[in-house]
Structure formats: structure tokens, C-alpha cells
């Protein structure tokens, strides 16, 4: 039996304006949000806290991508429906895989890492107990879907149709980027290149349950499941 060939319902305007708005997103959106709280909020008698940031951060993004994407938000839904069966393996296999793939980088990583932490893993953790909801929220409906929409919607699904490695390559990389660049930044340490490591496996077996689904909604729950587990394991080691 022939193999389906890969398909990407996004069309022209939607991938030119996914392109733009993931770098607005990985770069400058940060900086909006800070200096709305910063500088217009105060103005009107109130600052958020980080976890209602990350909110605000990610509600942007959920809003912009719902209108702009809505389209082929719509007609991946509908090729969800059509392969129920390949998503649900794209999303229990694809658990499995990233388990499996992260316990071995984090292997590799405590040999040559030993007395240096993931300063995003520290902060997203320390924020999950200071305000469980809220980092719920933001971690299990919006980021999966926003991250996923831009890194494997975009990056990885416009790159797919010309080249299968440079698409899995330049996707993963930009994951891996889009978490850790505010501290390279700031801390100066190259040892922290090693991180972007931890964010490989992820970007990689989601890209595979994108393929493997063939519909954007199968790494998108993929992602949410990476993200729950991993927040109530958090949640539940602060109690």
C-alpha cells in the first residue's frame, strides 16, 4: 500500500503570515507584554503578576492565530476526523518516543552537567506552584496550541514539502531557541548552549505525530499531555 503523501492545508498568505508572527512571537512579544506591565498598566491602576503575563502572553497569540489560521485550524479538525485512529497513535507513540528521548539527553546532560539547571525549566516549575491554575491554563490549552500552530504548522509543515530534514531541523531548533534565548542574554554561561539539547527530542517527535497524524490538532495533544503530566508531577511535589 502506497504511503499518503505529506499534506499541508495552510495556504500561501496563511504560511507567510505564520513565518512573520512566529518571529514576532519568539522575539518581540516578550518585550510588548513586559512593557505593557511595566509601563501602561501602572497607568490604569494595576500590574499583572509573571503567570497572568505568561496568560496575556499566550492569549495573544491563541487570539492573532485563531483569526488569522482559523481556516486551516478548521481544515486540519476535519482531517482530524478522518484519521482518529493515526492521531491517537501519533499521541500515545509519540509520548512514548519523547520519554524514551528525553532520558537519554538528560543522561547525556547530567554527565556534563552536573551542578547547572535549566533556568526555564526552574522558572516555568516555580511559577506552576506559586499559581497552578493560571500555569495550567496557559500550559495545557494555549502553549500547545499556539507552539504548535508556529513550530510545526509553519516551520516544520511550509519545510516539509520541500525538504523532510531541513523541515525536522530547522523546527526543532527554533523550539529549542524559542526556550532558552531571554537567558542567554542575560547569563553570558555557554555551558547553557548544552540546553537547548533537553528541547530537541520534543521538537523532533512532534513534528513525527504531525506526519504520522497528518493533522495539526495530533501534536497539538501530544504537547497538551507532555505538559499536564509534567505541570501535576510539579504541582504535586510542591504540595
Known amino acids: 500500500m502506497k504511503k499518503r503523501a505529506f499534506r499541508l492545508p495552510m495556504n500561501k498568505t496563511e504560511s507567510i503570515v505564520g ?20 509601563y501602561v498598566f501602572p497607568r490604569m491602576g494595576f500590574q499583572l ?17 485563531l483569526i488569522t489560521m482559523f481556516r486551516y485550524l478548521k481544515e486540519s479538525f476535519a482531517d482530524l476526523c478522518s484519521n482518529v485512529f493515526n492521531t491517537l497513535i501519533g499521541v500515545l507513540a ?13 543522561y547525556f546532560l547530567s554527565i556534563f552537567l552536573q551542578e547547572l539547571t535549566n533556568p526555564n525549566s526552574q522558572a516555568v516549575s516555580a511559577e506552576t506552584r506559586l499559581n497552578p491554575n493560571t500555569m495550567l491554563a496557559v500550559g495545557v490549552l494555549l502553549a500547545p496550541i499556539v507552539e504548535e500552530v508556529l ?32 537567558y542567554f542574554i542575560y547569563s553570558y ?8 539539547l533537553q528541547y530537541i527530542p520534543a521538537g523532533i517527535v512532534l513534528a513525527w505525530s504531525y506526519e504520522r497524524g497528518r493533522n495539526i490538532w495530533c501534536p497539538v495533544f501530544l504537547h497538551m499531555l507532555i505538559n499536564y503530566v509534567s505541570m501535576t508531577v510539579t504541582i504535586r511535589m510542591g504540595l
Request: overall charge positive.
Open 49 to 65: 503578576s509573571s503567570g497572568h503575563l505568561n496568560l496575556l502572553y499566550y492569549g495573544i497569540g491563541f487570539v492573532f492565530l
Open 94 to 106: 509519540g509520548y512514548i518516543l519523547y520519554i524514551l528521548f528525553s532520558n537519554l539527553v538528560g
Open 189 to 196: 554561561n555557554s555551558a547553557l548552549f548544552l540546553y537547548l
Open 151 to 182: 513550530f510545526r504548522g509553519v516551520a516544520f509543515g511550509t519545510l516539509r514539502r520541500k525538504n523532510v530534514l531541513l523541515a525536522y531541523a530547522v523546527s526543532s531548533v527554533l523550539f529549542a531557541v524559542y526556550h532558552l534565548w531571554q
Open 19 to 38: 513565518w512573520v508572527y512566529l518571529f514576532v512571537h519568539m522575539f518581540a512579544m516578550v518585550y510588548l507584554v513586559s512593557a505593557l506591565n511595566n
